[in-house]
């Protein structure tokens, strides 16, 4: 004899288990997305994300991992009741409730042992049940298959319940192990946008952007700020992503003219090109580093380089602001 479970149960317990993941790693994604605007912005370091890990995980790796066993234990003492439950034989006598032991997490091992005594107690109650049905047999007060028929009617009636408790059991596991994964993460982002420098001036930044494969261009104004003749020279430095994905690139970039020869205070232009390679760049991957150039001042001026290879339409390269 079988029995089935309504899908209706397990559908409605994956929709849902679904519906919450999605919304915790929409969240999850929200800041990392905003992680990437501030280091785009020059507001966070190209590195932050490992420059800040390890610290993270010295600070929350022991609280994280209490709240991760406290979901596990929850979980298997469900799993040890559940199957003693199940198994178990009805009984003319009431049992009185055997309590699961409550998880400290002061003492991990402590609680194992109390578990497995919790299961010892379960399973001596199963035998007991056992041993009476065995008794009546013995007395004649019933035969062997009219008990195998009522153990098996009885399992029968109680596998829907069974297949439902074990349902809740499983996503209830999953989904504190989801919120366990995005506590975690959006920890570990909150504390990166929290070192974000807010109040400080984001600098010049020149944005070279288009399809992977293309070659895109962008132009600098330049002012010649010293009070005599000046050579401007470009220099440009690696870049990576800024999501610290991968090896760093140095952008073959050419600028037209290459030197730039300025009176004082006179102004000129740059035209920087880069072919978007699709053996150094990904695509959809915001590469960053940076530009100097040398000559306008006594400090060499910084601008912050960017560079957007896309699989759509190209977008207009640009710098902002002219330096």
């Known amino acids: 004899m079988t029995t089935k479970t309504n899908p209706a149960d397990w559908s409605t317990s994956y929709s849902q288990y679904l519906a919450r993941s999605a919304a915790l790693s929409a969240r999850t994604l929200n800041l990392y997305q905003l992680a990437l605007e501030r280091i ?17 995980a010295a600070a929350h790796t022991a609280g994280f991992s209490r709240s991760l066993s406290t979901v596990a234990s929850r979980f298997l003492s469900n799993l040890v009741h559940l199957g003693v439950s199940f198994a178990k034989p009805d009984s003319a006598t009431p049992e009185p409730e055997i309590i699961p032991p409550r998880f400290d997490e002061s003492n991990p091992a ?29 007395a004649g007060q019933t035969t062997p298959s009219e008990v195998q028929q009522e153990a098996t009617e009885r399992m029968s009636g109680q596998l829907p319940d069974f297949m439902q408790s074990m349902t809740r059991a499983y996503f209830d596991f999953l989904n504190g192990l989801n919120d366990i994964r995005s506590n975690y993460e959006e920890t570990y982002f909150q504390g990166v946008l929290a070192k974000a420098k807010e109040d400080s001036e984001a600098p010049a930044a020149l944005a070279l952007t288009g399809p992977l494969g293309s070659t895109v261009t962008a132009s600098i104004s330049v002012t010649n700020t010293s009070d005599q003749r000046a050579r401007i020279l470009p220099q440009i430095f690696d870049v990576r992503r800024v999501d610290g994905v991968g090896p760093s ?9 290459e030197t730039l020869e300025l009176d ?3 102004e000129g232009t740059l035209s920087p090109s880069l072919q978007l390679d699709p053996a150094k760049y990904d695509v959809d991957a915001l590469y960053a580093g940076k530009l100097h150039l ?30």
């Open 264 to 266: 004082s205070d006179e």
């Open 40 to 56: 785009s912005q020059g507001k966070l370091p190209p590195t932050i994300f490992q420059d800040h890990f390890p610290a993270f």
């Open 294 to 323: 040398v000559g306008a001042s006594e400090v060499p001026l910084e601008l912050e380089l960017r560079i957007l290879a896309t699989t759509g339409a190209p977008h207009p390269a640009n710098s902002e602001p002219p330096v």
């Open 249 to 257: 690139v140095i952008p073959d970039v050419v600028f037209a003219p």
């Open 110 to 138: 402590r609680w194992y042992e109390e578990l497995a005594e919790y299961a010892g107690q379960l399973n001596a109650c199963a035998l007991k049940a056992y041993r009476t049905q065995l008794d009546r047999v013995a």
